[in-house]
């Protein structure tokens, strides 16, 4: 039975996988103890619990928040009057999830999230869209990612459906800070950290799962306004066999830095190249797309960096390729997704045959690039100089916006995930 | 002005600096506000303060801890009654150290120590000697290793004098908790979180360090007891230009399943190898030394894998080293820091010249290996199936252990620092 288990661990390094792990983080913990020190209070052949929605609690503030005017809205510093938890035990699983007012949480100074970095989390939205009714986009993918990042660093995985069933209930008793304008949404932010109150050095024996939410505006409030880059050399964010397509704490804070250093120099973010080859990964917190056109047959291309474990595997990205599959190929354009250097790019630029550049990723769906400084020279994206994005970044937006906020003829696409 | 704190701010990624950090913080946060959305309180011109010990306040607890008998300690499991703790802000710098009751730490939850794992740590222990006077181990070392790993993530730095002296009056407030005997100590656990409230990511604008406590016991209560290592050929730990070399929380949320791997396959620890030629790097959250007889002159060698920034920057490593240079070398060895592969490890074993390999750390000291897993087939690491530790690992321990104990004859070393 052991020797099954860790199995299925084995397999889940490569994999995505569910409530499995619940029970092989408990036996893990029970083997590991002699050699990690764990102390954990797993017991094989209790009875592990999955999220159970229908076990909510929920407990309503006596102080509702006063609404902040949207034009004051700032991403990610106001919260809604309540937030989404559940904790999580090895011995026992899942505990009723509770709806609660947005409150602190108070944690031992030992706790394992404070030392070594177990946290994990999702960015996503809820719009409201011309009927007033609420729209999440793409759950399904943000908790897809969400258990593979906690699995990735032994905390415990969950049923997704029932996550976002839980989420909707949420989202919908705080959904007055849900502003009406177009550009306006709910950003959610679920996060997992553990909970283990001891210095040792294993997987934690309890978890906490909690989702808060902020009421934002558009990113680009005047319309779009690109960007210049920084493409960093002397630091690398992500490499082959770590964590960087993981959507964990442990890939930010060693990131901060190297921004700081393109801000000093006049760039609003950094570009991570990756090897000798200087590949093309991402932009700051954003994956990165370029259209070209191709130098031997003049197709236009778009390209994006392939998943190849350096690069987190964002849900925008995703979503440009579908729709560029879906409505860019029948027009004559090739999708691809391999690596591509950054003297690819910089030839094309030189050539005349860069189109355009720009980054994709939830808080602003798209981000055009108007230049990036490479190697002591800048180089310019395809934008004029009164131009502030390039034909594809706009339709990307508009394309998805319409499907995020149910516009005509998108109310029923199922990217688009109602909440009842 | 702002060009000249720019300037310090890319120059403090390759070296160390101290208080400069904290006006680089605050005007690059300025700076930075519109790239980043950082929000920070950050005003430049206001006097920043680095830390003050006279203005530390105190306030004992009214329900001290029962001591629990020296052989029920358990690593990092009971904290002693007291926490040192200090704030600081982009705007003041920091504020006056308070030690007050071990108690909760009440956090927002949008708190970005949580999301983006803001937060390094240090390990250290403190000592009672022969004549009850407690000793620290180089905590020069560690002060250093941690301004440098806070600086890394865009926290702020201190003067380490400063807190060396604070660390010592917490100590010995709680200096009861240190038991007498032999192998036993008071680990120290200096953490720095980033507190700031908001969810965009930048350097944040405040931070909490703090420093707790933990009896602990010997390491091997019955003896060095050889572990047995998996060499991990599927994960990598570190990269150049990563963040590896410092004592970040970053660096041990992944290496977990490895580790829970390792374990079901019924191995102590994992061993993390570097690139196609295999590099041995370090050992679970020790660093390695292989102690082997050259080839060609047959002298001996105590290799360690060198500082190029993928390994962490070990106190007992460093003082491994020293010793070894100091106290080995005129009989005859030499001590190389240089990179060396599993292979070569491999072929010493086969052609006995493998003498021994042992890791190094705070916890342990010294931790002799048996053997090491490695591409299907188990490297014997020079043990006799009846030893338990190499001589030179036990040389180490009990030449490390006479300076951190103070015995006679080291009573002056200038490792060991007193807390007066």
Redesign the interface.
């Known amino acids: 039975m052991l020797q099954q288990r860790?199995s299925l661990?084995?397999s889940?390094?490569a994999s995505t996988f569910r409530r499995s792990f619940l029970v092989q983080t408990s036996s893990?913990a029970q083997?590991?103890r002699?050699?990690?020190?764990i102390?954990a209070d797993a017991s094989v052949g209790t009875k592990i619990l999955d999220i159970d929605p229908s076990k909510l609690s929920i407990e309503k503030t006596t102080t509702p928040k006063t609404l902040l005017p949207p034009e004051e809205l700032?991403?990610?510093?106001n919260?809604t009057d309540h937030?989404l938890s559940m904790e999580w035990t090895a011995s026992e699983g899942w505990l009723p999830a509770r709806i609660t007012p947005?409150?602190?949480?108070?944690?031992?100074?030992?706790t394992c999230?404070?030392?070594?970095?177990?946290?994990a989390?999702e960015g996503m939205k809820a719009y409201r869209d011309k009927n007033g009714q609420i729209r999440l986009f793409r759950p399904d993918k943000n908790m897809e990612r969400f258990n593979k990042s906690a699995?990735?660093?032994?905390l415990p995985t969950f049923d997704s459906d029932a996550l976002i069933d839980l989420i909707g209930k949420f989202v919908k008793l705080d959904q007055r800070f849900i502003p009406e304008a177009r550009g306006y949404s709910l950003?959610l932010?679920p996060?997992i950290?553990?909970t283990q109150r001891?210095?040792?050095?294993?997987?934690p024996a309890s978890a906490l799962l909690?989702v808060?939410a902020?009421p934002v505006g558009p990113y680009y409030p005047t319309g779009f306004k690109a960007v210049s880059l920084e493409a960093t050399d002397?630091?690398?964010r992500a490499?082959?066999?770590?964590?960087g397509d993981k959507k964990?704490?442990?890939?930010?804070?060693?990131?901060?830095?190297p921004?700081?250093?393109a801000?000093?120099?006049g760039?609003?973010?950094n570009l991570w190249l990756f090897g000798e080859e200087e590949y093309v990964t991402e932009v700051?917190?954003m994956n990165l797309f370029a259209a070209i056109k191709n130098k031997e047959t003049g197709q236009k291309e778009l390209l994006t960096a392939p998943l190849d474990g350096t690069i987190l595997e964002g849900v925008t990205r995703d979503s440009v390729l579908g729709l560029a599959r879906e409505r860019l190929e029948p027009e004559g354009w090739k999708v691809n997704e391999r690596k591509f250097t950054m003297q690819e790019v910089s030839d094309a630029s030189d050539e005349g045959r860069l189109l355009e550049i720009f980054g994709s990723g939830t808080a602003a769906v798209v981000s055009p690039v108007r230049k990036i400084s490479w190697k002591g020279r800048l180089v310019e994206c395809g934008l004029e100089d009164n131009q502030e994005a390039g034909p594809i970044a706009q339709q990307m937006k508009d394309w998805m916006e319409e499907i995020q906020y149910g516009d005509e003829g998108s109310e029923d696409h199922h990217w688009s995930h109602k909440i009842l």
Not at 239 to 243: A, E, F, I, K, L
């Open positions: 860790s661990l084995a889940s390094l893990s083997r590991c002699r050699a990690y020190s102390h700032v991403f990610g510093r919260f937030m947005y409150q602190n949480l108070s944690l031992d100074p030992a999230v404070f030392h070594y970095a177990f946290e989390f699995a990735r660093i032994a950003y932010r996060t950290i553990g001891t210095l040792g050095v294993g997987p909690y808060i902020s002397y630091a690398v490499w082959p066999g770590g964590v964990l704490g442990a890939n930010y804070a060693p990131c901060i830095v921004q700081i250093q801000a000093s120099r760039f609003h973010q700051g917190t």
